[in-house]
């Protein structure tokens, strides 16, 4: 038994691993692409003295209000970053909050230079915008308020709460073939399927669960990500953005490199 879990958890870190590394190359392989978009380019951006970003501001903790209204996350933080670099002062941005329909025509219609509005860098979205080195790897993890449940393995043959219709359920039934799936509509269904006991945990997105335990204490993520999806700025296609692309890709490999992304991950709670 004791070899058996050792050997689970090996498969589960190379996994692991070779997600991450194949998403990394895909997202360096798709930056430069040239299908025409509309955006501003880089020396316009410096000229009128403001970045113009989408965000999100109802997902803790990647963006969200705070109680005075202000906007704040991580999301947050990585927009004000870019302006210091780019434009050279943190707070010349000008944030607009977008739906999730709306994160990527934003930057085609040129209402935004870009959007980081937890989008995940995809092949399908890829033929249309071009996207960032990830900023955060995203993934699918577990969510549970039951002391018995420590690791993956305790929820073999558990009830877990998925999202009908979701990418989730395939993850889930390849790590936990014998739990028993329960579908919900939302977040909020499936916290009251915990909180009757009709389910034990509950499988979703990371960043978003995260905010999820920070709001409801008694909750806790398991350690083990089921997926590896990377986060990414959205940015236009075309050779006359090459330059803003290359300047946003560059500045966040150095924050990649310096610890900066990881200790503002850390900061708001992300796994």
């Given at each position: 038994m004791y070899n058996r879990c050792n050997r689970w958890q090996v498969i589960t870190r190379l996994h692991l691993v070779l997600s991450a590394i194949i998403f990394w190359i895909f997202c360096f392989s798709i930056v430069g692409t040239g299908f025409?978009?509309?955006a501003a380019e880089i020396l316009e951006i410096q000229q009128r003295g403001y970045l113009t970003v989408a965000v999100k501001d109802n997902?803790?903790?990647?963006?969200?209000r705070d109680a005075n209204g202000n906007l704040q996350g991580l999301e947050i933080d990585l927009a004000q970053r870019l302006a210091l670099d780019l434009v050279g002062k943190a707070d010349a941005v000008k944030l607009q909050p977008v739906a999730n329909r709306d994160r990527l025509s934003v930057v085609l219609d040129k209402k935004v230079d870009f959007a980081i509005a937890r989008v995940t860098a995809t092949e399908s979205r890829s033929r249309i915008v071009s996207f960032s080195v990830p900023y955060y790897l995203d993934g699918t993890v577990l969510v549970t308020k039951d002391a018995s449940v420590n690791k993956l393995s305790d929820l073999a043959k558990q009830k877990i709460a998925v999202l009908n219709n979701s990418s989730t359920i395939a993850q889930v039934r390849f790590y936990l073939p014998n739990a028993e799936l329960v579908g919900v509509n939302s977040y909020e269904e499936a916290r009251e399927k915990i909180e009757s006991d009709t389910a034990v945990a509950?499988?979703?997105?990371?960043?978003v669960l995260s905010g999820w335990v920070?709001?409801?204490?008694q909750y806790r993520l398991l350690p083990t990500k089921l997926s590896t999806e990377p986060l990414s700025v959205v940015m236009p296609k075309g050779l006359q953005y090459d330059e803003l692309r290359r300047n946003?890709?560059?500045?966040?490999?150095?924050?990649l490199e310096q610890g900066w992304l990881q200790q503002r991950s850390q900061y708001w709670g992300l796994p």
């Open positions: 025409t978009a509309s997902l803790h903790p990647l963006g969200f509950f499988a979703a997105d990371a960043s920070q709001q409801y204490p946003v890709n560059q500045a966040i490999a150095r924050y």
